[in-house]
């Protein structure tokens, strides 16, 4: 099993990053996918949900408006937009997919947010 986060890096505040996670070795289409976030200090929280069909999302209240969860079911990917940026979102954020039985994280990628 493999996801692999990619498309951190450095941005400016009120900037714009789009994050890819890359899965393979499951049946993605059966997973839940979601992103997540750990700054420096602090507890890894969740950012956004997706539902293994796409239909549904969910997101913590502070990325809503700001946020959007997708995903490709054909490419076994899912995406993270996250727009106007604030230095508050620098994180490693990390992929996850939840099936019935079985939990995945991937590596993590770093979003630093400074100017």
């Excluded at 941005?11 to 997973?31: D, H």
């Excluded at 054909?74 to 079985?102: F, G, I, Q, R």
Aim: aromatic share 10%; hydrophobic share 30%.
């Amino acid at each position: 099993v493999q996801l692999v986060e990619s498309g951190g890096g450095l941005v400016q505040p009120g900037g714009s990053l789009r994050l890819s996670c890359a899965a393979s070795g499951f049946t993605f289409r059966r997973a839940d996918m979601s992103w997540y976030r750990q700054a420096p200090g602090k507890e890894r929280e969740l950012v956004a949900v997706i539902s293994s069909g796409g239909g549904s999302t969910y997101y913590a209240d502070s990325k809503k408006g700001r946020f959007t969860i997708s995903r490709d079911n054909a490419k076994n990917t899912v995406y993270l937009e996250m727009n106007s940026l604030k230095p508050e979102d620098t994180a490693v954020y990390y992929c996850n997919a939840n099936l019935p039985h079985s939990n995945y994280w991937g590596q993590g990628t770093q979003i630093t947010v400074s100017s």
